[in-house]
């Protein structure tokens, strides 16, 4: 049996980690003992977040990054020889219009940075993953990337791609040390999520929580990415599905109101 990986000297790391699922994730993985690169658009955010850790104990670096410029993202992995694990995280929703009326470019932009963005990295730090002997691909997905629902279709869609991305990829490296995660988070309460997707309509945002005790928190995520990534190297943990207790589908959501 082979052993867990041992966090070590080994790099970890996270994008989309300014808020939300990836700074909780980037700081449990360095917590965890991996040395973290933290990517995201926003620079402020992340070496803010990065200066944190560092100052309580954590080796952690900041990178600002769009994982959808691929020129970026490239000169991004000629930094790295050998990375152990590749958190995507980076994505998001915009708008919960139906078909009928939904904006066609918040389909593309939401295919852009959840699809394009997870593939562009992936392709790039692949060699890197392999190279450590022991690389972990983790795909942050979604409940809404295996079942739809009404509103969702753009968001639904973009990360049904998201997860055949992740699928095929398993299908395809098996045979190279390299595993690959899938975590299906269903509904998480974070700072940015909802916000985001109803373009800063606080009221509209709130709803989507409304009379729902416990929504899954970021730590949730983090917790379940954390723990999968730290099983033993033969051990792949392909997809998990991850809802509060009162959530029973997208759509079937216990609410005391
Ligand atoms: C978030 C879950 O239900 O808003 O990825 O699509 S949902």
């Known amino acids: 049996m082979s052993a867990a990986p041992t966090p070590g000297n080994r790099i970890a790391v996270v994008t989309g980690a300014s808020g939300g699922i990836g700074a909780a994730t980037a700081r449990k993985l360095a917590e965890a003992g991996y040395r973290v690169v933290l990517t995201a658009r926003r620079k402020d955010r992340v070496e803010a977040l990065a200066a944190e850790l560092t100052e309580a104990g954590h080796r952690v670096t900041a990178y600002p990054l769009d994982v959808t410029d691929r ?19 980076a994505g998001g929703a915009l708008g919960a219009d139906p078909v009928a009326s939904s904006a066609p470019d918040d389909w593309r932009r939401m295919y852009e940075t959840n699809v394009i963005g997870t593939l562009n990295i992936t392709q790039a730090l692949l060699p890197a993953l392999t190279a450590s002997g022991d690389g972990t691909v983790v795909v ?44 299906a988070p269903g509904m998480v309460k974070t700072d940015e999520f909802a916000l985001t997707r109803f373009r800063g309509d606080a009221e509209k945002a709130a709803k989507v929580y409304a009379g729902v005790a416990e929504p899954l928190t970021a730590d949730d995520v983090a917790d379940t990415v954390s723990w999968a990534v730290t099983r033993p190297s033969h051990v792949n943990v392909d997809l998990l599905v991850l809802r509060p207790r009162a959530q029973a589908s997208n759509s079937k959501v216990h609410r005391e109101l």
């Open 140 to 183: 942050i997905s979604s409940t809404a990337g295996l079942a739809t629902y009404e509103g969702g279709a753009g968001y639904v869609a973009a990360k049904h791609g998201e997860h055949v991305l992740a699928e095929t990829l398993r299908l395809e490296i098996v045979g190279t040390p390299v595993r690959v995660i899938e975590i």
């Open 71 to 89: 020129a970026a993202v490239d000169e991004f992995a000629t930094a790295f020889q050998k990375i152990a694990v590749l958190v995507n995280n």
